[in-house]
């Protein structure tokens, strides 16, 4: 049987100034942890870039932005060490974006779930499809959205995020999210999405490098403890993947 754990890839280019970004993984964009750890290693070594200005995240099909941890690395996960090492993927990605000195315009061309909603959190301007529901649900199987917790709450301030964590079964809308400040706008086709990106992006590549790095800085203020906290919070999801509850979820969900 092949191992979806090793499918999947990261795709980048650079044009003008712009770097894309895109994530697949054949199970509606779900990241194993090889392509959590190529996801960051990318967005870092574009931070570093000397020719590049601005990044555009995005993955790649229509219908799922990313369905967050991947259920077949979840259920493989027998000790606390390599659990926390699974959730540290997610972790790095998001640290990846908060430190990456260039800003960072997120695609969201379809539903975000878990961890996927900790990725279009982690950018520094998102654009999403009216589609684009988002749904934490991490507590509907024992674990709760500990790791992406802090970047959906910079966006989305506690009252919000805590619905979601709370209600993990529910979806809610792109309007919601927009109006949540998850979303900064929202489009009815992927092709009035794009034309919107692509104009902002071409902005941002002539914009003063300097001033971009310094505004950067001031939109993650607060934020110079993540290294710490969100391996704190790796830990804790790392425990809870050893559960009865939680690995009988999963098997259940894996079966539908």
Known sequence: MEDKRLLGNIEL??????????????????????????????????????DVRVLVLQSKGEKTFCAGASFDELISIKDKENGHKFFM???????????????????????????????ASA??????????????????VGIGPFVVGPAVQRKVGLSAFSQMAIHATQFFDAEWAREKGLYASTYDSIEEMDKAIAELAEILSKSSPEAMQHL???????TENWDELLSIRAGISGKLVLTDFTVNAINQFKSK
């Open 123 to 140: 950018t520094d301007y998102c654009f999403a499809l009216k589609t684009a529901a988002v749904k934490l649900s991490e507590l509907a």
């Open 216 to 222: 950067k800085q001031v939109f993650w203020e607060g």
């Open 89 to 119: 993927g997610f972790a790095n990605v998001i640290n990846a974006c908060r430190k990456c000195p260039k800003l960072i315009i997120g695609r969201v061309q379809g539903k975000a779930i878990g961890g996927g909603v900790g990725i």
């Open 13 to 50: 280019s650079i044009n003008q100034g712009i770097a894309t970004i895109e994530f697949y993984h054949p199970s509606h964009n779900s990241m194993p942890a090889r392509l959590l750890a190529d996801l960051s290693e990318t967005i870092r070594r574009m931070g570093e870039h000397e």
